[in-house]
């Protein structure tokens, strides 16, 4: 079974999870960010739209025992960019290209020794209109050329893009 990956991705074993969360397995659900957790029997995901709310997550796991990096290669976590693939050598995870229909892919990953052909997805996704079928990408410090603030609301982060005139939305992780 695989784990959708997009925008950017933290991805967790979960037998480290179960090792050392507390609470493990039930206590990081509950506890998941936002409503893009998902998880096969292998791998858990959260996805995040801004690198900083990601961090934010890899340090929260760190405080929880969960560790990153180890001699330069994903331990217990790895992140993962929807269009470049793991940040760091990971040799627990495959990264690739789904194909869920015609003309419409999906990045995923998978464990190493895992064969099965499921996709695992948050509750609500859906292919249309997700980020895997409208991806676009505004490198960190260049919002400001293209998009223009709006407003922040339930979560989201609200631009407008001065070039196509469309409203743009990011979302965060909201801390309180």
């Given at each position: 079974?695989?784990?959708?990956i997009?925008?950017?991705?933290?991805?967790?074993?979960?037998?480290?999870?179960?090792?050392?969360?507390?609470?493990?397995?039930?206590?990081?659900?509950?506890?998941?960010?936002?409503?893009?957790?998902?998880?096969?029997?292998?791998?858990?995901?959260?996805?995040?739209?801004?690198?900083?709310?990601?961090?934010?997550?890899?340090n929260?796991?760190?405080?929880?025992?969960?560790?990153?990096?180890?001699?330069?290669?994903?331990?217990d976590?790895?992140v993962?960019?929807?269009?470049?693939?793991?940040?760091v050598?990971?040799?627990?995870?495959?990264?690739g290209?789904?194909?869920?229909?015609p003309?419409?892919?999906?990045?995923?990953?998978?464990?190493?020794?895992?064969?099965?052909?499921?996709?695992?997805?948050?509750?609500?996704?859906?292919?249309?209109?997700?980020?895997?079928?409208?991806?676009?990408?505004?490198?960190?410090?260049e919002?400001?050329?293209?998009?223009?603030?709006?407003?922040?609301?339930?979560?989201?982060?609200?631009?407008?893009?001065?070039?196509?005139?469309?409203?743009?939305?990011?979302g965060?992780?909201?801390?309180?």
């Amino acid at each position: 079974m695989a784990v959708l990956i997009e925008a950017i991705s933290v991805v967790v074993r979960r037998t480290a999870i179960e090792a050392t969360y507390p609470g493990n397995w039930e206590s990081f659900r509950l506890r998941a960010p936002n409503a893009t957790l998902c998880a096969d029997d292998n791998l858990a995901r959260v996805g995040f739209m801004q690198p900083s709310d990601a961090e934010s997550f890899v340090n929260e796991l760190a405080q929880h025992g969960l560790i990153y990096l180890e001699n330069g290669a994903a331990k217990d976590l790895v992140v993962i960019d929807q269009q470049r693939g793991p940040a760091v050598p990971c040799s627990w995870i495959e990264f690739g290209r789904v194909e869920l229909a015609p003309s419409q892919q999906v990045a995923a990953c998978r464990a190493t020794d895992d064969t099965k052909d499921v996709l695992a997805t948050p509750d609500s996704w859906k292919y249309e209109g997700s980020l895997s079928q409208t991806f676009g990408f505004v490198p960190t410090g260049e919002e400001k050329k293209s998009l223009r603030f709006l407003r922040h609301e339930s979560g989201i982060d609200v631009y407008l893009n001065e070039a196509t005139g469309k409203e743009v939305f990011v979302g965060r992780t909201d801390k309180g």
